[in-house]
């Protein structure tokens, strides 16, 4: 059974920087296209950055050079850098993954389509 796990969110003030995780476990993080998706209070999920199998990289035009998607492959981990962060930027915030290669490398767009999601760390900044 899939289980992804994220952690590292919390309340900072704008201009400030967190990293969130998301631990898999049984799934290997790099097989299809997974990455990270927020939701803000009132607003409708997004795409925030995604990876796909080829390590090609999507990033939302909102947080391009200031968020960062990675992955530790020794620890099945995903990661999600977020620097400069701005009170926009609050939301509730998934790991989300396509077990079964649906979404081609396209689950940036097709989110609704994927087959893991966690249960999301929030992510609040202050003005």
């Known amino acids: 059974q899939v289980h992804l796990t994220e952690s590292g969110g919390g309340s900072v003030q704008a201009g400030g920087s967190l990293r969130l995780s998301c631990a898999a476990s049984g799934y290997t993080h790099d097989n299809y296209c997974r990455g990270w998706f927020r939701q803000a209070p009132g607003k409708e999920r997004e795409g925030v950055a995604t990876?796909?199998?080829?390590?090609?990289?999507v990033y939302a035009d909102s947080v391009k050079g200031r968020f960062t998607i990675s992955q530790d492959n020794a620890k099945n981990t995903l990661y999600l850098q977020m620097n400069s962060l701005k009170p926009e930027d609050t939301a509730m915030y998934y790991c989300a993954a396509d077990l079964t290669g649906t979404t081609g490398d396209f689950c940036f767009t097709l989110y609704n389509e994927l087959d893991a999601w966690g249960q999301g760390t929030l992510v609040t900044v202050s003005s």
């Open positions: 990876i796909d199998s080829d390590g090609i990289t």
